[in-house]
């Protein structure tokens, strides 16, 4: 079984100001791991994923994430943030094999960025 | 148009009521799934088709059940809605194939759902 926890609910940052948004995860096999984000109204868009090689991940939009094995941890940062970066995201694992797409969630976070 | 396209999307229905959420997409990914999405709790995981003959249930599939009519259809039906599904659903697709450098398993979400049960 796997499971993601998302540390915080809810962020918030001014405008220009770098962000850290945390992900822990447990599973007792290889994973894959996701940050999807979602819009207000709209369904979720992948920002970045990890699947092999380098633990330093770039995505879209200026975030990238770093997969730490010892840490089971996949944290999300982006070094300077803007309005347009509010949404909810959200980090999920998917197990290896014929099962991979089948993705667990985290709760997500809120990220609400100020002017 | 959408690759994966949902209907409808918001409903109103009452308590007891048959409903069915459709979904279809044109992106020829063999792979189909629905989640519900409730405030706090993410994104959980009802049912997931392999392909067209494949079915499994997921984290939370009491009270729903699906049909996979086609490779690009995947329906899903609550049979005697109850006000604690209320929620957002959405239904994703993905492709299995896992290739270095190629498509390799992303979701592909539909814009969402919006059920309501009084």
């Known amino acids: 079984a796997q499971s993601v926890t998302q540390l915080d609910s809810q962020v918030p940052v001014f405008e220009e100001a770098p962000v850290e948004l945390r992900c822990n995860y447990s599973?007792?096999?290889?994973?894959?791991l996701f940050w999807y984000v979602q819009y207000p109204n709209q369904g979720l868009q992948l920002l970045l994923k990890?699947?092999?090689?380098?633990?330093l991940v770039k995505g879209i939009n200026g975030f990238e994430a770093e997969f730490n094995k010892s840490q089971t941890s996949f944290h999300l940062r982006k070094p300077s943030v803007h309005i347009s970066d509010t949404a909810e995201y959200f980090c999920?694992?998917?197990?290896?094999?014929?099962?991979?797409?089948?993705?667990?969630f985290g709760q997500g976070t809120i990220l609400t960025v100020h002017p | 148009d959408a690759d994966v396209t949902q209907t409808p999307r918001n409903r109103i229905t009452k308590t007891g009521k048959r409903i069915m959420l459709e979904c279809s997409q044109t992106?020829?990914?063999?792979?189909m799934y629905w989640y519900r999405q409730d405030p706090g709790l993410g994104l959980r995981l009802i049912y997931y088709?392999?392909?067209?003959?494949?079915?499994n249930k997921g984290e939370i599939s009491d009270g729903y059940s699906v049909s996979r009519q086609a490779q690009a259809k995947f329906s899903l039906s609550l049979e005697s809605a109850i006000p604690n599904q209320t929620a957002l659903y959405f239904c994703?697709?993905?492709?299995?194939?896992?290739?270095?450098?190629?498509?390799?398993?992303?979701?592909?979400f539909g814009e969402g759902s919006r059920l309501t049960v009084l």
């Open positions: 994703a697709t993905s492709d299995f194939a896992h290739r270095a450098g190629g498509n390799t398993g992303e979701l592909f």
């Open positions: 599973s007792s096999v290889s994973v894959y």
């Open positions: 990890y699947l092999s090689g380098s633990t």
């Open positions: 999920a694992v998917s197990p290896g094999g014929t099962s991979y797409g089948k993705l667990t």
């Open positions: 992106k020829g990914h063999d792979r």
């Open positions: 088709s392999f392909d067209v003959k494949d079915i």
